[in-house]
């Protein structure tokens, strides 16, 4: 450990418990340069919460389906504190909502929400979709509590289940594709400057609140143009409703 007033330092050990890994793997990210060489005294290598934040970056990615070499050639282009810049940016988009939280809940309340029974294949497909998880033979955990409460909602009101699911892949779809074209945006117009210019330490509350900041932004903007998308559509199908009625029953 470093003198009080010095930045904190750790073995190996620490740094890999800290960081959630194993020592030999901590060693295997050294040996392919993925994080700088420790200071060392003696045979004794001391790390820092520098390595500790790239190791975590290492290990979130790796989570999320990127590959090492992916990541090592993404990192080994990078400055020492993107690590940590990283890290902060993923926070900022997978903060905890607290209207929004995994629930656990019995299949047949579930069944009983959209009107169906316990056995109904819509639980099943739902499972599928990534939207259920199923916990035990009575129980299933909501994975988005937000889009199966109002989907099983939908049911109950007459929808039917195939409706229902064969909605749920188009929406994500579509969502995706305006994600997407949200963060190139974002990317280019706040983060880029940011990027070129080295990272500041002093500009990243500024930036990291810019990106905070525009998240729901965007999410009112969707929720407000699929609300008059919605609205119109429904008119043109009712009149075009009320058309083929005209055609079916002819003034006598």
């Known amino acids: 450990m470093a003198d009080a007033g010095h930045t904190e330092e750790f073995t190996i050990d620490v740094l890999a418990e800290r960081a959630g890994m194993t020592v030999r793997n901590v060693r295997a990210y050294s040996t392919r340069g993925l994080i700088d060489p420790p200071r060392l005294e003696g045979r004794t290598g001391y790390y820092t919460d520098a390595h500790l934040q790239r190791l975590v970056l290492i290990r979130t990615l790796l989570g999320r389906g990127f590959t090492l070499a992916a990541i090592e050639e993404s990192i080994l282009k990078s400055p020492s504190t993107a690590a940590g810049v ?7 988009f997978e903060a905890e909502s607290d209207e929004d939280p995994t629930e656990l809940i019995d299949r047949a309340e579930l069944a009983s929400l959209a009107g169906v ?3 109904h294949e819509l639980l099943a497909q739902m499972i599928e979709l990534g939207l259920l998880e199923q916990v035990d033979e009575n129980t299933v955990r909501m994975l988005q509590p937000g889009v199966v409460r109002p989907g099983s909602a939908a049911v109950s009101l007459g929808l039917s289940p195939d409706s229902v699911v064969d909605i749920v892949p188009h929406m994500r779809d579509h969502l995706e594709q305006i994600s997407d074209r949200f963060v190139h945006h974002v990317s280019r117009d706040v983060a880029q400057p940011f990027l070129d210019a080295g990272l500041p330490p002093e500009e990243w509350p500024v930036v990291f609140e810019k ?4 998240i729901p932004i965007a999410s009112q903007v969707v929720v407000a143009m699929f609300r008059s998308v919605l609205r119109e559509a429904i008119e043109v199908e009712i009149g075009h409703k009320l058309e083929e009625l005209a055609i079916e029953r002819p003034a006598e």
């Open 86 to 92: 990283a890290l902060d940016l993923i926070n900022i």
């Open 117 to 119: 029974n316990p056995d």
């Open 211 to 214: 990106i905070d900041k525009l």
